[in-house]
């Protein structure tokens, strides 16, 4: 694991294998505005006067000073038009970098801040540089041998050097939640059913101290779970609910409850899935992922705020014991539901933890992640979550939070006649709403379950996992992206009054 300081040392007294400098496109007073050697910030504007290098965005060309001085290598990166480079850039080619740095065998490297270093850009750089070196190799025999990944990077500033430190530090413990989600995400549904992802709760709790609770199949039929109970009752691995309970804040403020969709495996059950890239739906249980993430993330920061984490765990299977299209299930909170496609599973089950969390915790507000429709992926693509509910305040406080973090977040509508399309003639509501407005229909299911509290629904279908359609952005290798967490931690750092 790489770790990063933050250093305000003197320029011609760095020390370095790998320095990495950006460079803005048409800007000529590159040779004014930074602290190089003279004959190397010369050098390099021969390069790009005779277009050797080109500096659009991304572009890279890496020089070996042959011993003169204490940096060995430098590394040119480009980085575009400098009105369009944001934070997100900064995450981009932070983590490119990095990258590049473990492509060369480099074990230390250096940035210097691509623009004037605040808060933001450090926090950006420094999540790049975590993010894109997560690899998931648990199952590669000869794993990690031949490859050497950088251990340590530096982050180059002129003052306030402390401050940025914790910056860096906290992104630290950020960043290895998200890639502990990862790691939950990417295991392979065999090795995943829902008593592992138990597990990996309960270990939280020995970790944190955050009150874990397992309900077994047999307590959730007593007390009434029985939507839970119904998708998973086709799977010989029992289903499970899981249930954390992080207290940080004192005041007894009213709790966020986080439900997050897991099945850890979706084959649609009797309603069953085409062949083709059936093997994604193991990555049909990264909501719950990204839940037991950001709970993780939340109490290694010590946020000084309460947050109940409920995930529904399931895997849905064809048997002769599975739940079949035309049964009608009395869910938790009393409401009938008509199946009428055993694939449209995730609403039943977070269906029923919301009712659950909302009965036995009344939080201020619910917030829920689910890769919960393949229609989400049809209106917005692979890189945009889909944001649904009934509190424009709480949407517009995500939106703004995840415009921070750069995992992109759109609200859609959840107009009265939506509720039109999942109503019954047998029961009060049914599981399918038709083709048109497919992950509106799937909120509006849910919107039955949330007793009226403020509520956002996140469809995370498209985002998390790198699919066909994903953009291709150094800091999410392939696989689980654990999205989510960075941007629920920070709506709720947002929200922390120390
Ligand atoms: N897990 C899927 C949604 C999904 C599909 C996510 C593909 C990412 C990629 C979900 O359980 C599902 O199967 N939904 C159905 C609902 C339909 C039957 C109303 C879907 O989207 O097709
Ligand atoms: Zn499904
Ligand atoms: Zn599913």
């Given at each position: 694991m790489v770790g990063i300081t933050v250093q305000d040392a003197r320029f011609d007294q760095l020390e370095t294998a790998l320095l990495v400098v950006g460079i803005f496109e048409n800007e000529n007073d590159f040779f004014a505005s930074n602290d190089l050697d003279s004959t190397i910030s010369s050098a390099i504007m021969g390069l790009i006067e005779n277009k050797e290098f080109k500096r659009s965005f991304g572009s890279t060309l890496v020089l070996h000073m042959m011993g003169r001085g204490l940096v060995k290598k430098i590394m040119l990166i480009g980085l575009g038009a400098r009105d369009k480079f944001r934070c997100e850039n900064a995450r981009i080619i932070a983590g490119k970098s990095a990258l590049k740095a473990k492509d060369l065998n480099i074990e230390e490297f250096c940035i210097l801040p691509f623009t004037k270093a605040d808060e933001a850009l450090i926090e950006a750089i420094s999540e790049g540089v975590f993010l894109a070196l997560y690899s998931f190799n648990k199952y590669k025999t000869n794993g990690r041998k031949t490859i050497t990944t950088p251990t340590r990077a530096k982050i180059l500033v002129n003052s306030n050097s402390s401050k940025f430190q914790t910056v860096v530090d906290n992104a630290d413990l950020t960043t290895q939640a998200v890639n502990y989600a990862r790691d939950l995400g990417n295991l392979p549904p065999n090795e995943c059913p829902p008593s592992e992802l138990a597990r990996f709760a309960l270990a939280l709790e020995a970790e944190y101290g955050i009150k874990t609770s397992i309900l077994e199949r047999y307590e959730m039929e007593s007390i009434g779970l029985n939507g839970i109970v119904a998708v998973g009752k086709g799977s010989s691995n029992p289903p499970k609910l899981i249930v954390l309970e992080y207290h940080g804040d004192t005041n007894q403020q009213k709790p966020y409850l986080l439900v997050g969709k897991a099945v850890t495996f979706d084959t649609g059950g009797i309603s069953l899935k085409p062949?083709?890239?059936?093997?994604?739906?193991?990555?049909?249980?990264c909501g719950g992922c990204t839940v037991l993430g950001i709970l993780k993330a939340v109490a290694s920061l010590g946020l000084h705020v309460n947050v109940i984490g409920i995930i529904p765990s399931v895997e849905n299977m064809p048997s002769s014991s599975s739940y079949r299209p035309g049964d009608i299930i009395r869910m938790y909170n009393g409401k009938t539901v008509e199946i009428l496609n055993t694939d449209a599973e995730g609403r039943i089950i977070l269906a029923d933890a919301m009712a659950f969390g909302v009965a036995k915790y009344n939080p201020q507000s619910i917030i829920d992640l689910a890769t919960l429709t393949g229609a989400c992926i049809i209106a917005l693509g692979s890189n945009v979550a889909a944001a649904i509910g009934t509190n424009k305040q709480l949407a517009e406080r995500l939106i703004k939070a995840s415009e921070e973090t750069g995992e992109k977040i759109w609200s859609l509508p959840l107009y009265d006649e939506y509720h039109e399309q999942i109503k019954s003639t047998v029961a009060d509501i049914k599981n399918i709403g038709g083709r048109p407005a497919g992950a509106i229909t799937a909120a509006a299911f849910l919107s039955n379950f949330t007793n009226d509290i403020p509520w956002i629904h996140l469809d995370i279908a498209g985002t998390a996992w790198t699919q066909e359609g994903t953009f291709d952005r150094s800091y999410n290798p392939k696989g689980a992206t654990g999205f989510g967490v960075r941007t629920l931690v920070k709506l709720l750092t947002n929200d922390t009054h120390i």
């Open positions: 062949g083709d890239k059936m093997d994604e739906m193991k990555f049909d249980k």
